[in-house]
């Protein structure tokens, strides 16, 4: 795994170890359509990464100009690996970590008044929790105006046309794996 664009185009980022099935990383080819269809500079947005396993995604967006960024994990090889990866690209300094589960971590988000201009959420497939995890990040009302929930799941689970004003505005399909894009109004 590496960045794929920006400041820090071409590291390699550690990812879970061979034995370890429970951490799915986004694959490359994956991530770089993603933020080819996000655009390819984030100027200054701020990005929180749910489930963030590696830290691939949200990395991957501080590289090509995010200002901020919050990881959300709860599983213990995740957040290392997230501490890690954050460390040996430099961007500590703007890096929070929060190891909680996803819905906790929403409402402490929200409760802090934290907003995000893009939401990156990319759940174990297995848990099929697309509507809940959509129903948590509008509850919370961390979403900035006109911002972007991207939702990574398993293609034989459904992603709502709409969600709590929450609009699907692309779909894509890479072999088993789907990336929905909803936008906030």
Do not use: W
């Not at 997230?82 to 690209?89: E, G, I, S, V, W």
């Amino acid at each position: 795994m590496r960045i794929v664009a920006g400041s820090a185009k071409g590291r390699a980022l550690t990812g879970p170890k061979p034995s370890s099935g429970h951490i799915r990383p986004t694959a490359d080819r994956v991530r770089e359509t993603i933020f080819n269809m996000l655009g390819q500079f984030l100027d200054g947005q701020a990005v929180l990464d749910l489930y963030a396993g590696t830290g691939a995604l949200g990395l991957e967006a501080l590289s090509r100009g995010a200002g901020r960024l919050v990881l959300v994990d709860q599983d213990r090889e995740a957040l290392a690996l997230c501490r890690k990866n954050t460390d040996a690209l430099g961007f500590a300094a703007q890096v929070s970590i929060l190891a909680q589960p996803v819905v906790r971590a929403l409402e402490t988000l929200g409760k802090q008044g934290a907003k995000f201009d893009l939401v990156f959420a990319d759940p174990p497939y297995a848990a099929r929790v697309v509507e809940t995890v959509l129903e948590a990040v509008v509850a919370a009302g961390v979403v900035t105006p006109g911002g972007m929930v991207m939702v990574e799941h398993d293609k034989r689970e459904a992603a709502p046309e709409a969600h709590s004003g929450l609009a699907l505005e692309d779909q894509r399909r890479f072999g088993d794996t789907l990336v929905s894009f909803y936008r906030a109004p």
